[in-house]
């Protein structure tokens, strides 16, 4: 198990544009079927699933007439390919895409995607996919045995290339820019919103824990623009709420800063760990890299680190939140 503690500042100074988007832009999610082939039998089972039907209608496209019955490899796979894309890429952008399986096969490594169309929500195709397969770090890399179904997610780097243009809202709305925050925070979101005041003299309120509006100044009425390039410069000083974030299957462990934790005793698969000192508020406390330790100690699996850090954050104990990725 790794841990790793990082201790920024509790009030921390930071720019609009790293807390939050300027203009009201988001990405698009994108989706699609496809194939892929050269796995070395562990693709889906031969005539069986959509692939084998799949299969039959590309060779016939490409004019080799089969049935899905004349098709009776194990080297094929049907897959969805989904891909995030920014509202202010251009066609001929190039980004990652995520592939996995949606039939019986077992692993995609080694792998290659044929050519994928990819569409948005509203139906239209604004992308295609298509290359070599790699291991998706965030799923665990190349793990074998318990975990080999890990491999049935995989990336495609670099393989997907932006053929169409994607909706971008105005920079300025009404006369408004609006920025959203990354992390909602009523506190965080005031700050803003009085340093928005303090920089350009405008009108500026948080509409809530997660929106600011902002007036553009007379001198800006004709460059929204450039006035969104000077709300990402102006400084926040944001509330940042502590976290802990765990790695379900490598068991690393990510302290946003010195996360305490009231007095705990754990008892887990024949574990016993009691976390608590004597506080100078009278009561106990403990903290995350103290119970990490404790955990690394008693050779805990990452499945029994998750497991026990749920409990606490289900219990109160733990002063932050908790992302299990």
Do not use: C
Not at 96 to 108: E, K, N, Q, Y
């Amino acid at each position: 198990m790794i841990f790793f503690s990082v201790v920024p500042p509790a009030q921390a100074d930071m720019r609009m544009k790293d807390l939050a988007r300027v203009g009201g832009w988001r990405e698009m999610e994108l989706v699609g079927y496809g194939l892929v082939t050269g796995l070395r039998g562990s693709g889906d089972k031969a005539g069986t699933n959509p692939s084998a039907a799949s299969m039959s209608n590309l060779l016939n496209r490409l004019g080799l007439s089969l049935s899905p019955q004349d098709i009776a490899s194990n080297n094929v796979a049907a897959v969805i390919v989904t891909a995030r894309v920014s509202a202010f890429s251009r066609p001929g952008s190039s980004l990652d895409a995520r592939v996995s399986s949606i039939g019986s096969a077992t692993s995609l490594e080694s792998g290659t995607l044929l050519l994928t169309p990819l569409r948005g929500a509203d139906g239209q195709i604004y992308a295609s996919a298509q290359g070599a397969l790699a291991s998706d770090p965030e799923s665990g890399g190349n793990k074998r045995g318990a975990n080999a179904v890990r491999s049935t997610t995989v990336v495609v780097p670099g393989g997907v290339l932006l053929e169409k243009t994607i909706p971008a809202p105005p920079a300025g709305i009404e006369g408004r820019l609006i920025v959203s925050l990354h992390t909602p925070d009523y506190v965080t979101a005031e700050r803003a919103a009085q340093a928005l005041r303090d920089a350009f003299k405008t009108k500026s309120r948080a509409v809530d824990a997660a929106m600011i509006e902002v007036e553009i100044p007379a001198d800006f009425k004709e460059d929204p623009v450039g006035f969104a390039a000077r709300v990402e410069m102006v400084r926040v000083g944001a509330d940042e709420r502590p976290r802990v974030v765990i790695n379900e299957a490598t068991g690393t462990v990510v302290s946003g800063r010195e996360v305490k934790l009231s007095a705990v005793t754990i008892s887990h698969a024949g574990l016993k760990i009691e976390v608590g000192v004597a506080s100078d508020a009278g009561g106990t406390e403990g903290d995350v890299p103290t119970l990490v330790g404790l955990l690394n100690r008693v050779g805990a699996k990452p499945k029994d680190v998750v497991t026990i850090f749920k409990m606490i954050k289900r219990l109160g104990a733990l002063k932050a939140d908790l992302v299990v990725m």
